[in-house]
């Protein structure tokens, strides 16, 4: 019988910054998501300030387990970094290096998730690198990294607290990276 709950869409990134550009552009992925019928949720800024993952330690802080047990229930999820020196930030990867602990679930690491990529960046050689660089990753944990990704300019596009973008082209298409998401999450679930 096919499930007819909602597809679960979790959003992970941002900056520890107040008025976070890339955690902006993420809430308005995760709005595209909910808009094609997903429950969604966010780990952003302080949330995502977990100790450096030690994969020879078993004990987890309550806010890493709490992560571990959100990518684990999600069908599939949204990524979004700053773009540091060219990269995701440190703060970005080390909440992605606990998806580790999935490693021996049956759905290992994010087996069969679809993950919306966006990385923002004050210009496009750093917004473009950081793009391809969350692909890699994404594909190293068994992701599927939606067809369209968002690499976001803020030298020329900047997200307001309402919601909004200063460009309708970008905030259309960071609204479709969430849908594709759902929409991947969906055809998964009709295998
Ligand atoms: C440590 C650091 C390194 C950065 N490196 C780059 C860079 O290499 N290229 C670039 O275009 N922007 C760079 N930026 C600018 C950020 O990518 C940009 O301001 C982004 O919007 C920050 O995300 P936030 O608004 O979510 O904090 C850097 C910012 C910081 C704080």
Redesign the pocket.
């Known amino acids: 019988m096919t499930s007819t709950a909602a597809i679960k869409v979790l959003g992970l990134g ?2 520890l ?1 107040d008025g ?4 902006r552009a993420l809430r308005i992925a995760l709005a595209g998501a909910a808009e094609a019928g997903a429950e969604t949720r966010a780990v952003t800024g302080g949330d995502l300030a977990l100790p450096f993952y030690d994969a020879a330690e078993d004990r987890r802080s309550a806010d890493a387990a709490a992560l571990i047990e959100q990518v684990r229930t999600a069908d599939g999820l949204i990524v979004v970094s ?5 990269a995701m930030s440190g703060l970005v990867k080390n909440a992605l290096d606990y998806v580790e602990d999935l490693r021996s679930d049956t759905r290992p690491y994010l087996h069969g998730r679809g993950v919306g990529l966006i990385a ?4 496009w ?3 473009v690198t950081t793009l391809a660089q969350l692909r890699q990753v994404t594909h190293a944990l068994r992701g599927w990294p939606t067809p369209l990704g968002g690499a976001v300019n ?1 030298a020329e596009v900047k997200f307001d607290d309402a919601g909004g973008a200063s460009e309708e082209k970008v905030f259309h298409n960071l609204r479709l990276i969430g849908r594709q998401v759902v929409e991947f999450g969906l055809a998964q679930r009709a295998l």
């Not at 976070?20 to 955690?23: A, L, M, R």
């Not at 700053?82 to 060219?86: L, N, T």
């Not at 923002?120 to 210009?123: E, I, M, S």
């Open positions: 941002g900056s910054r976070s550009q890339s955690e700053p773009g540091y020196h060219g923002v960046a004050h210009g050689q750093a917004a803020t």
